[in-house]
C-alpha cells in the first residue's frame, strides 16, 4: 500500500514538474514572439506586408527590394505595399475572398467568380473612385477567348475562374449597359450586375437590394438604423399596421425600419431578376408586380408609381451616417440614390473596416486602432476614393504586428 501510495506521489509530483515545465516553455516562446514582432526589422516587416496583402511570400528580389523601401533606402513603406499588390494573388485571392460574401444572401465567400466580384476588383485595380460603385455604367469581362458574356448565365466568370485567368492583366472595363441591355442611365454599377440581380432582385420585393447593401457597404443591419420617429407615409401596403391584431408591434417595431427603408428602396422600382430567362429585367415606367404583393394587408399604405426615392434618414437619428449635404437627399432611380449611399461617411468607414479587418486580421481594437482608422484612413480614402490605397495603409499600420 504505501508504495502504491508513495508511486502515485511520485508520479503526480512528475506531472506537476513537466506541467511547470511547459507553462514555461510556453511562456517563454510568447515572450520571444513578443519581442520579435516588437523588435521586427525592415526586411521582417517587409515579409508580413506581402503576406497580408497577397497571401503569399515574395520572392528574393522582391523581398529584397520591399525591405530597402520599408526602411526607407529606397522609398517608404507605402511604395513596399504597392509593389506588394503587383503580385496577382492580390487579385485573384485576395480581392475575390474579399468581394465574394457581399454577392450572396449567405454571405459565403465560396462562391464562383462572377460579374460583380469581377467588377469591384477591376474598380479597386484601375484606382476607379470606389464612391461609384452603386451608380457607375461599369462592367469587368474576361478575355475574348472565354464563352462570352452572357445575360442568363454565369458561364463566362466561371470559365475564367477554371481556366486560371490572371485578373490582374485579363480583366478589361466595358460599359455596363452594351452588355446587359438596359439604358445607360438604369445601370446602376454593382447592383445592376447579374449576379446581385440574381441574389438581391430575385422575387421578394426588392428590399433585400437595399438591405443588403446597407450590411455589406454601411456596416449597418436595419436594426442598428431602427428609428420609430421618421414619417411613416410611404411604408407600401404591403406591411401591417396591427401584425397579430397588435398596432402596437407595428408603432415599436416595423415602423422602425420601414418608414427609412421603404422611401429607399422606392428606387429599384422597375427592376426584377427574371427566373425563366436568368437575366435582370428592367421596366422603364412600369412598377414591377411585386411592388404591390400583399397590397390588401393594408390598402391605405403607400402604392409605389414611380422610381422615385427619399431619404427620411437625413434626420433624425440616422444623420450619424454622415449625408453629403451637397446632394439633394431624393431623386429618381438607382443610379442616384447609389450616389447618397456611397458619398455618406458610414460607406467609407465602413470600407476602410472592412479592409482593416482583411489585412490586420482583426477589426480596430483599441485607441491606436481606432485613430489609425477614423482619423487616418477614412479621411484618405475619401480624399479620392481609392482602395488600393486603404489596402496600402491597412498593410503598412500592421506591419510590425
Not at 506537476?16 to 519581442?35: A, M, P, S, W, Y
Not at 513603406?77 to 454577392?103: G, S
Not at 421578394?204 to 438591405?211: H, V
Request: aromatic content about 10%; charged content about 15%; hydrophobic content about 35%.
Amino acid at each position: 500500500m504505501k508504495d502504491r501510495t508513495w508511486t502515485g506521489n511520485r508520479h503526480a509530483d512528475g506531472q506537476d514538474r513537466v506541467g511547470g515545465l511547459i507553462k514555461l516553455l510556453t511562456f517563454g516562446l510568447l515572450c520571444i514572439g513578443l519581442v520579435t514582432t516588437a523588435s521586427a526589422g525592415p526586411r521582417e516587416q517587409a515579409r508580413r506586408i506581402h503576406d497580408r496583402l497577397a497571401g503569399v511570400p515574395p520572392n528574393e528580389t522582391v523581398l529584397s527590394s520591399m525591405e530597402a523601401q520599408v526602411s526607407g533606402q529606397t522609398g517608404a513603406a507605402i511604395d513596399a505595399a504597392y509593389q506588394a499588390m503587383q503580385n496577382p494573388n492580390f487579385y485573384n485571392v485576395t480581392l475575390k475572398n474579399f468581394a465574394a460574401p457581399w454577392t450572396n444572401r449567405d454571405q459565403n465567400v465560396f462562391v464562383p467568380l462572377n460579374d460583380y466580384i469581377a467588377t469591384v476588383i477591376g474598380m479597386i485595380r484601375d484606382g476607379v473612385a470606389f464612391n461609384t460603385l452603386f451608380s457607375a455604367d461599369l462592367l469587368y469581362i474576361g478575355p475574348g477567348s472565354l464563352p462570352p458574356y452572357s445575360n442568363s448565365n454565369n458561364n463566362h466568370y466561371e470559365q475564367m475562374e477554371s481556366q486560371g485567368v490572371d485578373m490582374m492583366t485579363g480583366l478589361q472595363a466595358v460599359t455596363q449597359s452594351t452588355f446587359n441591355g438596359l439604358p445607360p442611365a438604369a445601370t446602376a454599377g454593382i447592383w445592376t450586375t447579374r449576379a446581385a440581380a440574381e441574389a438581391f432582385f430575385i422575387a421578394g420585393t426588392n428590399r433585400a437590394q437595399f438591405r443588403f447593401t446597407m450590411l455589406n457597404h454601411l456596416c449597418n443591419d436595419m436594426e442598428q438604423v431602427h428609428d420609430v420617429k421618421r414619417t411613416p407615409d410611404r411604408i407600401r401596403q404591403d406591411v401591417s399596421r396591427s401584425p397579430g391584431g397588435d398596432s402596437r408591434l407595428f408603432l415599436n417595431n416595423c415602423i422602425g425600419c420601414h418608414s427609412g427603408m421603404d422611401p429607399l428602396a422606392g428606387a429599384f422600382a422597375y427592376y426584377n431578376f427574371n427566373e425563366t430567362t436568368g437575366s435582370v429585367e428592367y421596366t422603364p415606367g412600369v412598377v414591377q408586380p411585386k411592388y404591390f404583393n400583399n397590397d390588401t394587408n393594408f390598402e391605405f399604405g403607400y402604392r409605389t408609381t414611380d422610381d422615385s426615392w427619399a431619404n427620411y434618414w437625413r434626420n433624425g437619428q440616422n444623420q450619424f451616417l454622415g449625408w453629403d449635404t451637397l446632394l439633394p437627399g431624393s431623386g429618381f432611380g438607382a443610379a442616384s440614390m447609389g450616389q447618397e449611399l456611397a458619398n455618406s461617411d458610414a460607406f467609407a468607414k465602413c470600407q476602410v473596416r472592412k479592409v482593416f479587418r482583411a489585412v490586420c486580421l482583426r477589426d480596430p481594437e483599441d485607441p491606436a486602432d481606432r485613430s489609425q482608422v477614423d482619423n487616418v484612413m477614412v479621411p484618405s480614402f475619401k480624399a479620392g476614393y481609392q482602395m488600393k490605397q486603404t489596402f496600402a495603409e491597412a498593410a503598412v499600420y500592421c506591419m510590425g504586428q
